[in-house]
């Protein structure tokens, strides 16, 4: 069974850091893309960042020089570092796999999600 959790999320000040963690579980990690999606109030869920199976990133512009996607095989986790914290980047930020087609920053091309982990960034 594919499972994917979060955790990391909190409160901090504008200017601040966080590191989000994504674990996976059910035989997915290696074989296909992670990528993290963000949902504001209100809002669609917006695409963040992903990282491919060979290692290679992606940001959405908005994030680029402030957020790192990175991969820890060994722990079968993926991360998400973020410096630099702006109020509109307060979410819920959301983990995701099983994209076999498709654009990697369309969230309908995504078969498996985390619950999500709230980000709040004060101003």
């Known amino acids: 069974q594919v499972q994917l959790v979060e955790s990391g999320g909190g409160l901090v000040q504008a200017g601040g850091s966080l590191r989000l963690s994504c674990e996976a579980s059910?035989?997915?990690?290696?074989?296909?893309?992670v990528a993290w999606f963000r949902q504001a109030p209100g809002k669609e869920r917006d695409f963040v960042a992903v990282?491919?199976?060979?290692?290679?990133?992606y940001y959405t512009d908005s994030v680029k020089g402030r957020f790192t996607i990175s991969r820890d095989n060994a722990k079968n986790t993926v991360y998400l570092q973020m410096n630099s914290l702006k109020p509109e980047d307060t979410a819920v930020y959301y983990c995701?796999?099983?994209?076999?087609?498709?654009?990697?920053?369309?969230?309908?091309?995504?078969?498996?999600w985390g619950q999500g982990t709230q980000v709040t960034v004060s101003s």
């Open positions: 059910g035989g997915i990690f290696g074989v296909y893309d």
């Open positions: 990282i491919r199976w060979s290692s290679t990133t």
């Open positions: 995701a796999s099983g994209r076999r087609t498709g654009s990697a920053t369309t969230r309908d091309n995504y078969g498996y």
